[in-house]
C-alpha cells in the first residue's frame, strides 16, 4: 500500500511536473516573458565594506558617499524622458537594447517629476553603535552620475551623458548605465549633507520596492561601516582647503546664482579635479563638494549651467586608492578620466573662405530660447548706488538638427573679427558659408575671450508686450553649457566646447571657432548693471521678460518662428526694496 501510494505521488508529481514544464514552456514562449530576459539585470552593489567621512568643527555635516553603485549586466539601461512643452508632464520611456533590435517599454505615469533623477530610489537608513536609528532618508539617481566599468570585456566607453540636467525647462534627457559599467548613488553636488557626531555607525542602502519591481532588482541591501570623523580648518593642509568645501560654502554657493549678485560673467579658472572649469557665464563659482576620491563626485570640466552645479564627472570607482592618485596625477588616459580634463578649443578653418557665399539647401541649426529663471531683484552695489535691477538667467539652445558654427577671423590690427557661419552635407563636408556679423574681445576680468554678436537680446516688455527696457548684453561666448533636450534628432551627448577658457580664443588669437551642439544651449546670468534690467523708475505692475534669439535674424536657421520665449513677472515694492513675483509657465512653477 505504502509503495502503491507513493507510486502513485510520484506519477501524480510527475503528471504536475509535466504540466509545469508544458505551462513554463507556454509562458517562456510568450512575448511577456521574452521581453522579461531581454530587460537588462540591474544591481545594487557596494564598492567597499567600511568607509571614512569628515564633518567640519566650524561647519557641521556629512555627505553620505557610501559607495554603492547600480550596475547593469544583459545589456546597458537606458531611459528616455521627455515633455511634450511646458503644459504636458514628464515621461520615462525605457529603451531596451537586444542585439541591433531595439523596444521600447513606457514606464508607469507620475514616476518621474523631473530631468535630475529617478526620485526615492535609494533607501538610506544609519544606525549607531547601540543599535539605534538615527537616520532614514531617501535619495534620486542618476543613471548619468560618476561611472566605471565592472568587467574587463565591457565596453571602454560608455556613450551616455555625465550628467543629469537640473534646468527648471529641459526638455528631454537621455539617462544610462552602460552594459559591465556601475554608476555611483551618491548625488554629489546634488546631495545634502546631514548632521551626525563623531562616531561610529552602520548603513543600510537598500533600492525602493517600486522600482525592485519595476526594473527587476534583487532584494539585497548592502551593509557599510561608517566612520565619521570631526576635523577643523585649523588643521593646515588639507583641513585649511576644506574650509571652502564645507557644508556652508556648498550650501551657499548653490543659492549663489540665484540671488542676483554682482559677480564677473565668464568665471574662466582653469579646471583640476579640485577646481571648477569656470563659474559659468555670470553665475557665481560654486565650491567643490567633499567626497572621496574614488566616487568622482567632484567638478568636471563641462560646468557652466548658469545658477546651477556641475553634475559629477565619470570615473572608474574600482581603481584602488594608491593606484587612483597615481591615476589624478597622470591626468586622462585612453578609457577614463579624473575630471582635470578641459575641453580643446575647436580649431577654426585654416583661412578665411573665398568665392561667393552661399546658402545650400542642406540641415541647419534650430536656435530657440527657453523662458527666464533664476529671475531676482539686486541693487548696483557700489558701483551703482541707488538703483533697484532684475537680474535673471537666459538660454538659447539649438533644437536642430544640425551645428551651429562660426568661425571668426581677424585681420591683423583691427580690434574686430569677421564672423562667418558654416553649413555641412549629411557627410560632414563643408558645402557652404555665408557672413554672419563680427566677433569683439571682451577685456573685462573674468571674460577675456571672443564674443560672438547677434546672437540673443534680452528684453523688458509692458505688460501690453512694448519694450520698457533692454539689456546691455549684445556679444556671446558660445558654449554648451545646459543639456536642454538630448532627444532630438543628432544630439550629441558629449559636446566638445564646454569651458569658456579655451571654447572662445585668447586675446592674441587670429581666428576663432565657435560652436552650439545639437540638443545643448548656452545658458547667461544676467546680475550686472547694464545686463541686467534696470527698473529703478520703473512703476510696479505686469512685465514680461523676452528672451530673443537671432534678434537681427543674420544667422540661417530651419525655423526662424520659435526663436522668442516670455515670461510674466509682476514688480512691487518700493524703491530700494523692489520685490518681484514670477509667474509659471505651464506646470512648470520653478524660478
Given at each position: 500500500m505504502t509503495r502503491s501510494h507513493q507510486a502513485r505521488l510520484g506519477r501524480a508529481a510527475i503528471a504536475a511536473a509535466a504540466a509545469t514544464a508544458v505551462t513554463a514552456a507556454v509562458v517562456a514562449a510568450s512575448p511577456e516573458a521574452h521581453n522579461a530576459k531581454s530587460l537588462p539585470k540591474l544591481s545594487l552593489i557596494a564598492a567597499t565594506t567600511s568607509v571614512t567621512l569628515d564633518s567640519w568643527k566650524e561647519d557641521p555635516g556629512v555627505y553620505l558617499d557610501l559607495g554603492t553603485y547600480v550596475t547593469a549586466q544583459n545589456g546597458p539601461f537606458e531611459l528616455r524622458v521627455t515633455r511634450k512643452g511646458y503644459d504636458a508632464p514628464v515621461?520615462?520611456?525605457?529603451?531596451?537594447?537586444s542585439g541591433n533590435k531595439t523596444r521600447t517599454r513606457t514606464l508607469p505615469k507620475g514616476l518621474v517629476d523631473g530631468f535630475s533623477g529617478l526620485p526615492g530610489f535609494a533607501e538610506i537608513t544609519l544606525t549607531d553603535e547601540k543599535g539605534r536609528k538615527v537616520l532614514s532618508r531617501s535619495e534620486s539617481f542618476c543613471p548619468n552620475n560618476a561611472s566605471g566599468r565592472v568587467r574587463p570585456d565591457a565596453p571602454s566607453t560608455s556613450p551616455y551623458p555625465q550628467s543629469c540636467p537640473v534646468n527648471p525647462f529641459t526638455l528631454g534627457s537621455v539617462w544610462g548605465v552602460e552594459n559591465g559599467w556601475a554608476s555611483n548613488?551618491?548625488?554629489?553636488?546634488?546631495?545634502?549633507p546631514v548632521p551626525l557626531a563623531a562616531g561610529v555607525y552602520t548603513a543600510k542602502v537598500s533600492v525602493a520596492k517600486k522600482y525592485r519591481d519595476l526594473f527587476g532588482i534583487a532584494n539585497k541591501p548592502q551593509t557599510i561601516k561608517v566612520t565619521v570623523r570631526e576635523r577643523s580648518w585649523e588643521e593646515g593642509g588639507a583641513g585649511a582647503g576644506a574650509a571652502k568645501t564645507g557644508p556652508a560654502a556648498h550650501r551657499a554657493a548653490g543659492h549663489a546664482g540665484h540671488a542676483g549678485g554682482h559677480t564677473a560673467g565668464h568665471g574662466a579658472g582653469h579646471s583640476?579635479?579640485?577646481?571648477?572649469?569656470?563659474a559659468g557665464h555670470g553665475a557665481a563659482a560654486r565650491p567643490e563638494a567633499p567626497s572621496a576620491a574614488t566616487t568622482g563626485a567632484t567638478p568636471t570640466y563641462n560646468v557652466g549651467h548658469g545658477p546651477y552645479a556641475p553634475a559629477p564627472p565619470a570615473l572608474p570607482w574600482a581603481l584602488k586608492k594608491a593606484g587612483l592618485r597615481a591615476a589624478q596625477a597622470a591626468g586622462d588616459s585612453a578609457g577614463r578620466t579624473d575630471g582635470s580634463r578641459q575641453a580643446p578649443a575647436l580649431a577654426p578653418n585654416a583661412k578665411r573662405p573665398t568665392g561667393p557665399a552661399n546658402v545650400p539647401d542642406v540641415p541647419k541649426p534650430d536656435l530657440r530660447s527657453l523662458p527666464a529663471y533664476g529671475i531676482t531683484?539686486?541693487?548696483?552695489?557700489?558701483?551703482?548706488?541707488?538703483?533697484?535691477?532684475?537680474?535673471?538667467s537666459a538660454n538659447v539652445w539649438n533644437a536642430g538638427p544640425a551645428q551651429l558654427v562660426v568661425d571668426g577671423f581677424r585681420t591683423p590690427g583691427k580690434e574686430l573679427m569677421d564672423a562667418y557661419q558654416y553649413f555641412y552635407d549629411a557627410d560632414g563636408k563643408q558645402v557652404g558659408y555665408t557672413p554672419t556679423g563680427t566677433m569683439e574681445w571682451d577685456p573685462r576680468p573674468g571674460h577675456e575671450h571672443w564674443h560672438f554678436t547677434d546672437f540673443a537680446s534680452y528684453r523688458l516688455l509692458k505688460a501690453d508686450k512694448k519694450e520698457a527696457v533692454r539689456s546691455g548684453k549684445e556679444a556671446f561666448c558660445l558654449a554648451n553649457t545646459d543639456a536642454v533636450d538630448y532627444t532630438v534628432k543628432n544630439?550629441?551627448?558629449?559636446?566638445?566646447?564646454?569651458?569658456?577658457s579655451t571654447a572662445c580664443g585668447q586675446e592674441n588669437s587670429i581666428s576663432v571657432r565657435e560652436v552650439l551642439d545639437v540638443g545643448s544651449g548656452d545658458t547667461y546670468t544676467q546680475d550686472l548693471p547694464g545686463q541686467s534690467f534696470d527698473i529703478t523708475d520703473l512703476p510696479n505692475g505686469t512685465y514680461w521678460i523676452q528672451v530673443l534669439a537671432n534678434p537681427e535674424k543674420r544667422l540661417k536657421e530651419t525655423d526662424l518662428g520659435n526663436n522668442s520665449a516670455l515670461r510674466k513677472v509682476v514688480l512691487g515694492g518700493t524703491k530700494g526694496a523692489r520685490t518681484v513675483t514670477v509667474a509659471p509657465v505651464g506646470l512648470v512653477d520653478a524660478n
Open positions: 515621461v520615462a520611456t525605457q529603451i531596451v537594447h548613488t551618491y548625488a554629489g553636488y546634488y546631495s545634502e583640476t579635479a579640485h577646481s571648477t572649469g569656470h531683484i539686486g541693487d548696483g552695489g557700489e558701483e551703482v548706488p541707488g538703483k533697484d535691477y532684475l537680474a535673471f544630439a550629441n551627448w558629449h559636446p566638445e566646447n564646454t569651458d569658456l
